[in-house]
């Protein structure tokens, strides 16, 4: 029996609840072994992108056009000529050349993108609050967790005898 199988047996239809910020191109091939026990909110504030994926319609796939930040309203994201090195803050292209190719760290376009608190995109989509949570977005992750709201958080309190 392979680990999906016997992850779907144990979980039974209780599945993870996962979120992937920053997920242009979809969600990784390592967890796509894991789509029968995952459902998954994917953010990707490229509204272009985010509908190509959407499209695909693969199960267990939720995606939102909204980029995932420290408050909710409006962000500039600033695209790269590799789009998946985007970010909500603008690229240090010498810091970002010394460890790729010039092509990479090279500013594309900045865009105005919806924005939101991962709190806030919880409670607005009546989404439940994830056991696992994968941030790819180049430099605003603390941004993310700091605006995480205490009642989503997991604290000692939340387990006695623990710290």
Same mark, same amino acid.
């Given at each position: #029996? ?8 144990? %979980?039974? @239809?209780? &599945?993870?609840?996962?979120?992937? $910020?920053?997920? *242009? ?9 894991? @789509?029968?026990? #995952?459902?998954? !909110?994917?953010?990707? &504030? ?5 509908? @190509?994926?959407?499209?695909?319609? *693969? ?6 056009? $909204? ?11 600033? $695209? ?14 010498? #810091? +970002? ?14 865009? !105005?993108? &919806? +924005? #939101? ?5 919880? !409670?607005?989509?009546? *989404?439940?609050?994830?056991? %696992? ?8 992750? +603390?941004?993310? %967790?700091?605006?995480? *709201? ?7 309190? !939340?387990? &006695?005898?623990?710290?």
């Amino acid at each position: #029996m392979d680990l999906p199988h016997i992850l779907i047996e144990k %979980l039974g @239809a209780d &599945p993870l609840q996962c979120i992937d $910020v920053g997920a *242009r191109g979809g969600p990784q091939n390592h967890w796509r072994r894991f @789509a029968g026990v #995952m459902q998954t !909110d994917l953010f990707e &504030p490229d509204a272009a992108a985010c509908e @190509a994926q959407a499209a695909q319609k *693969r199960p267990g796939e939720s995606w939102f056009p $909204v980029a995932l930040g420290g408050h909710t309203g409006t962000g500039k994201l600033h $695209v790269l000529k590799k789009p998946s090195g985007s970010s909500l803050y603008p690229p240090n292209e010498p #810091m +970002l050349n010394r460890f790729g190719p010039k092509s990479y760290g090279t500013l594309d376009k900045v865009l !105005d993108v &919806p +924005l #939101m608190t991962l709190s806030d995109g919880s !409670d607005k989509d009546r *989404r439940p609050f994830p056991n %696992l949570l994968k941030l790819d977005v180049q430099g605003a992750e +603390l941004d993310i %967790l700091k605006a995480v *709201r205490p009642e989503h958080c997991l604290c000692h309190a !939340d387990f &006695p005898g623990y710290g």
